[in-house]
């Protein structure tokens, strides 16, 4: 009789405290992520239409596939169903012209995943965001291809508007900026997809306020002291994209508050020089790869005062 | 009303106390035997005063020790000694134990002397009788409480902060307490005032207990020394520093005690048994133990003799409902998983928890770095870092890192998305160089 206090039949589990946990888990995390994205998907999908189907099917399967074919052969556990992979793939997709060839957007899932997560021992243990990888990976390999855009829907040649931005003369209005008419990657373009599912990831806590309030915010600064338009900053280029889904990916940012603010900032500076005073007119990726790297000095630096730590002497 | 006072950091786990948070304290009947253990305290363990075959008194010291941080046990029912024997605590330590056969007489022992006049006693006495008593922290950390009446002489006591917190879920055993018998919560804190010669005390409960701040509002109404301080309900927000800071505004430092900063910390219930130490002259052979969890047929709190065999206690509460996976002793966050129920209630059980499964997942997945354990951390430390020191063995760095400003309550573990063992790692550190600082003195 299990109802019963003196059954001797009771099977007792000991654990160490506590005993209770958080309901949110990784994978919880990681499909809310892919939740989040889904606006940006469909906006995709209606810019770029077939363009963006293909990228998106590629590059997922690509992720998905070679993390597979990694973890079989190192004997590992298969993680593929924990959704790192789908996050990563679309974010890949997200950040690929739409006429680029299909091969290159799979070698660039392949590079994400090999390069850019598992040689470093799988989630967790990237220093840098693995989808920047594998697109930091296919811009240095196809520059011809990473920067051949076309215009949403008919599919003319184009130029972004922030290349537009570079020469000095911009055409798209702040609607077409908003809702996503303009050239450029298949997922940064439109401003208001971006935005919901970043409210969204805000709103469940997956990623903290403090990166893109930063981020955007030098920004903004950094284009007022230049003379420029913050707006078109801001929604001209992969930037949004970047703040909200890229910058603030947990694995690769800081895990303090303050190093958090900084790494912002960072991003916002380098980001704003290389758009600047660089040869190219778009800087998302490496700003966040290069503050990627300066996360664990950041997070040495931002270290908070223990409670009851003594304070320095005065 | 103004903004409820609390502290930075701290997790919101759910509270789960409507199961028990309504219902009126039961005294559970004495049981036919019990098994007092000689270590239910922080400190050094009591030599039994009584052999096998001596008839003993209910409230008759069975158990002493001549260290200052010690605390004497009594016998909980009158009856004759069994065997003194070992017994396992409920931490899992063998410890020495007096098992007595209840003769059901009640016969109260001749030390049992009630002081019903509070004036007429002097803080010395005070503290000789919260000695005598065996009175520790019944909050669950079962520090000697003469020992924390007592501070040396350069330490100046301003403020007595009765915590009355209760953070940890499910238990309600502090709630029900100050709802029903404020008086001697009052009575409790004025006699620990007199004992510390302060004029100011604190008493601090959670927001999520408006009717116990009612009721200690109420009967504080005639003592201006004593505040009543509602807090935020947070969890740990019962952690003695955490306390400190929220109500004082100072920081303990991390290698020192609350009497550093001129504060002294007691537990409702350690209030209401100086009382009745004083006024009944009754030793501490009881306390209140919420039994409660899915697994437990009437969730409730009863009053239950040190001693009680866990499994009588789960019995009187009516049984199990299905077919228990674990049980706790102690709160879900802080509490310690039981092997079995063999083990016997003592000073520090506040708590009897059943669950019918497990309510966190036992394997853990890669850290994702979501920093959730730091901003959860009420020490401002960085959980995931420290655990990962620890784990390569590096604990000298970890120290360097704060390592011992961590108070355990276990928060960085809960809100773990990976459900990683992270205060499991950072204690292994803690008691590593906790014992090599042992090694090191002694």
């Not at chain 1, 052969?73 to 593929?80: A, C, E, V």
């Not at chain 2, 036919?32 to 010291?61: F, I, M, S, W, Y």
């Not at chain 2, 927001?207 to 505040?227: F, Q, R, S, W």
């Not at chain 2, 697994?295 to 228990?324: C, D, K, M, W, Y």
Request: with cysteine.
């Amino acid at each position: 009789m299990p109802d019963s206090v003196n059954s001797t039949d009771i099977k007792l589990v000991m654990s160490p405290a506590p005993h209770v946990s958080d309901k949110d888990t990784v994978p919880k995390i990681m499909f809310g992520v892919v939740i989040a994205l889904i606006p940006t998907l469909i906006a995709s999908l209606y810019w770029f239409r077939f363009h963006a189907l293909r990228l998106v099917i590629i590059t997922v399967a690509a992720c998905i596939i070679t993390e597979w074919v990694f973890q079989k052969l190192r004997g590992k556990p298969i993680t593929i169903y924990d959704g790192s992979a789908i996050v990563t793939g679309l974010l890949l997709a997200f950040n690929l012209p739409p006429t680029l060839p299909g091969w290159m957007a799979a070698v660039g899932g392949i590079v994400a995943m090999t390069l850019g997560k598992h040689v470093f021992g799988g989630l967790g243990h990237n220093p840098f965001n693995p989808a920047l990888i594998g697109r930091a990976f296919l811009l240095a390999s196809f520059p011809a291809a990473m920067i051949r855009w076309t215009s949403p829907i008919d599919g003319t040649s184009t130029v972004t508007p922030l290349v537009q931005l570079h020469m000095g003369r911009i055409t798209a209005t702040y609607w077409d900026l908003f809702v996503g008419n303009i050239g450029g990657c298949i997922g940064e373009t439109s401003a208001l997809a971006i935005l919901l599912g970043g409210l969204y990831l805000l709103y469940k806590r997956y990623i903290d306020w403090r990166i893109p309030v930063s981020y955007l915010g030098t920004v903004a600064v950094m284009a007022l002291a230049l003379g420029q338009d913050p707006i078109y900053h801001w929604l001209a280029g992969g930037l949004m994209l970047g703040a909200f889904f890229m910058a603030t990916d947990m694995v690769t940012t800081p895990i303090t508050r303050k190093g958090k603010w900084l790494f912002g900032i960072g991003a916002g500076i380098i980001l704003m020089v290389i758009r600047q005073w660089g040869s190219y007119p778009e800087g998302v990726t490496y700003s966040i790869l290069l503050m990627n790297a300066f996360t664990p000095l950041l997070e040495r630096i931002t270290r908070p005062r223990p409670y009851g730590e003594v304070k320095a002497h005065a | 009303m103004s903004k409820a006072k609390t502290f930075r950091g701290g997790i919101h786990p759910a509270g789960n106390k409507e199961l028990t948070s309504t219902q009126a304290i039961v005294a559970m009947p004495a049981p036919a035997e019990v098994t007092v253990l000689l270590k239910q305290h922080a400190g050094a363990p009591c030599r039994p005063l009584v052999k096998k075959g001596d008839v003993v008194n209910k409230g008759q010291k069975i158990g002493d020790s001549d260290e200052f941080i010690s605390a004497p046990v009594h016998a909980p029912v009158s009856g004759v000694v069994k065997a003194v024997q070992p017994s396992r605590d409920p931490a899992g330590s063998i410890v020495q134990a007096v098992v007595i056969e209840n003769d059901g007489e009640e016969r109260l022992d001749p030390s049992v002397q009630p002081h019903p006049d509070l004036d007429q006693l002097d803080a010395e006495t005070i503290k000789k009788i919260v000695r005598e008593a065996g009175i520790v922290g019944l909050g669950g950390a079962t520090f000697p409480t003469h020992v924390k009446l007592s501070p040396p002489p350069d330490k100046k006591i301003e403020v007595l902060i009765i915590n009355g917190c209760e953070c940890e879920p499910y238990l309600t055993c502090d709630h029900r307490l100050m709802v029903e018998q404020p008086e001697r919560v009052v009575f409790g804190t004025r006699a620990l005032m007199k004992a510390l010669g302060v004029e100011k005390a604190y008493i601090g409960i959670e927001n999520n207990k408006p009717d116990a701040i009612a009721a200690l509002e109420k009967a504080t109404a005639d003592y201006p020394g004593i505040e009543v301080v509602p807090l935020q309900y947070k969890y740990p927000q019962g952690s003695e520093k955490q306390l400190i800071t929220a109500i004082t505004g100072k920081e303990v430092p991390f290698n020192g005690l609350p009497m550093d900063v001129g504060v002294v910390v007691n537990n409702v219930e350690t209030a209401a048994a100086v009382q009745a130490a004083i006024q009944d002259g009754m030793p501490l052979i009881e306390r209140i133990v919420t039994v409660s969890g899915e697994g437990v047929r009437h969730p409730q709190n009863l009053a239950v003799r040190i001693g009680t065999p866990i499994s009588e206690v789960i019995a009187a509460a009516g049984g199990f409902i299905g077919t228990p996976k674990q049980v706790i002793i102690g709160g879900p966050l802080t509490g310690v998983a039981q092997p079995d129920l063999s083990v016997p209630v003592t000073k520090c059980n506040t708590g009897i928890l059943v669950f019918n499964e497990l309510k966190r997942p036992s394997k853990p997945e890669p850290c994702i770095r979501c920093g959730r354990c730091v901003d959860a951390c009420p020490s401002f430390l960085l959980p995931v870092t420290l655990a990962h020191l620890s784990d390569i063995g590096q604990y000298d760095k970890a120290l360097e890192l704060g390592l011992l400003a961590c108070v355990e309550c276990g928060s960085c573990s809960y809100v773990c998305p990976a459900h990683r063992f992270l205060l499991q790692s950072i204690l292994v550190a803690k008691r590593e160089i906790e014992a090599q600082r042992y090694k090191k003195t002694s």
